[in-house]
């Protein structure tokens, strides 16, 4: 389908299935008018629908259009100069002036980022390391103290056998996963 924009400077191309039968907006590209388009066949049956009175209204003289071949002069593009400002707008002249905001360089205000930075973080590896510590901690303190914990606890046997055959199993695993790779 073959639609003219409204200017009548410029044609273009469209697939037949994209412009419903209720109508599309679109814009051209070369003049930016907008309008609602609507398929080609749908306007030829609405002028065949039409009366021979309402043809002879329909048929007033429509002013005869530009021609394509004619093209605007393309004038030049105009550099733009950019002004530089006259006043910083962070200055503490123009902040006392504009908003009357009084800043006073007598200290610096140390952030709590920069207090952070020289801390140093603890960090995500860090707190892994520290997990594995404390996990290792555990585990061989209830090693050392299973004798002590089962006399006190005596349902307690079968429950920490378990957890260090658990204990064996995954490290037997990590070892044989080191080894293979």
Not at 111 to 136: A, C, P, R
Not at 143 to 155: E, K, M, R
Request: charged residues 25%.
């Amino acid at each position: 389908m073959i639609i003219t924009c409204n200017c009548g400077e410029k044609k273009f191309t469209l697939p037949d299935n994209s412009i419903p039968v209720s109508g599309r907006m679109v814009q051209c590209g070369f003049c930016g008018s907008k309008w609602k388009q609507f398929p080609v066949e749908a306007i030829r049956k609405k002028e065949t629908i039409l009366s021979p009175a309402a043809k002879q209204i329909k048929a007033k003289p429509i002013s005869p259009r530009k021609s394509i071949s004619q093209k605007k002069p393309i004038k030049p593009k105009k550099k733009v100069v950019k002004k530089t400002r006259e006043i910083n707008l962070y200055s503490p002249e123009y902040l006392a002036k504009k908003h009357g905001i009084k800043i006073k360089d007598s200290e610096p205000k140390v952030s709590k980022e920069s207090v952070d930075k020289d801390k140093g973080s603890f960090g995500f590896y860090s707190s892994l390391l520290v997990f594995f510590v404390f996990v290792i901690f555990i585990s061989r303190t209830l090693y050392f103290a299973q004798s002590f914990i089962i006399t006190l606890i005596p349902g307690s046997e079968f429950y920490l056998s378990y957890f260090f055959e658990n204990i064996k199993n995954i490290f037997e695993i990590w070892k044989n996963l080191i080894a293979n790779y």
